[in-house]
């Protein structure tokens, strides 16, 4: 369990940002990544990812990002790295109603390919292109909270890569939503007595020598599926 690790350990986790396309999903990773922006950035084919360090309340965690593709066309490109997630990034662009619109569907579709119970996972809603003129604007901040509420999401956030407001914040809220459900999860396994202390010996039935054994490491803690590694970038 990623609060038991010694501090020094970097906890991985795999986040998927997902959205319609032209909300700004490549520009928020980069932003955050490589601290870039690309005007002129082009649509994502199926999925990239990037890795980046980064520290929560003293724990460290490597990030792994993956930017898929918004496009309907690339659906069956996408989707089957869903699975092994431990965050997901619903991402809209506050001047574009229908990507708002679209969340559901994206919610939906998530949920279907990572396998994953919507009030025991760590969504967070973005709401992109934060620093466009006002008169712009064809979403409201209350509006998608309250749409949030309704879907059980507690993590909803507005951004800019352009500017890099709230960019570096919004992947900390994302790590902080994932803490508390992984401390839910974690006291709901003691509560049923599914944790085994592997500093005690375990005495087995008919077995008058008792053993200990450690489980093996490079999985996912939530979904048990293999973790992937990329590159790493650590320019913020
Ligand atoms: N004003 C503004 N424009 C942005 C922002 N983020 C992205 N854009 C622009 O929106 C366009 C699309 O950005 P992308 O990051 O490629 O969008 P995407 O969601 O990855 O698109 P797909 O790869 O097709 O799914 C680009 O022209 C960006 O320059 C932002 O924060 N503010």
Not at 67 to 88: K, M, N, V, W
Not at 132 to 142: D, G, L, M, N, T
Not at 164 to 173: D, H, K, T, W
Request: hydrophobic share 35%; proline share 3%.
């Amino acid at each position: 369990m990623a609060n038991m690790r010694p501090p020094s350990k970097s906890t991985l986790l795999k986040v998927v940002i997902l959205g319609d396309g032209g909300v700004g999903k490549s520009c928020l990773m980069n932003r955050f990544v490589s601290n870039r922006f690309d005007e002129n950035s082009f649509h994502t084919i199926g999925v990239e990812f990037m890795n980046k360090d980064i520290e929560v309340d003293g724990q460290k965690y490597t990030l792994q990002i993956w930017d898929t593709a918004g496009q309907e066309r690339f659906r069956a490109l996408r989707t089957p790295f869903y699975r092994g997630s431990d965050i997901c990034l619903l991402t809209y662009a506050i001047n574009d109603r229908d990507s708002f619109k679209s969340l559901i569907q994206w919610h939906e579709e998530f949920l279907k390919y990572a396998d994953v119970k919507s009030d025991q996972f760590p969504f967070i809603v973005v709401g992109s292109k934060n620093d466009i003129e006002p008169q712009y604007r064809q979403v409201s901040a209350e509006e998608v909270s309250s749409w949030a509420q309704e879907y059980h999401i507690s993590s909803f956030i507005e951004t800019s890569a352009k500017t890099s407001l709230n960019v570096n914040e919004a992947f900390v809220l994302a790590v902080r939503q994932w803490q508390k459900l992984e401390k839910a999860t974690e006291r709901e396994m003691r509560a049923h007595g599914d944790t085994i202390d592997l500093t005690r010996g375990v005495r087995l039935p008919n077995q008058s020598r008792s053993c200990c054994s450690s489980g093996g490491s490079g999985v996912n803690s939530r979904t048990n599926s293999p973790a992937h590694y990329g590159h790493s970038n650590d320019m913020m």
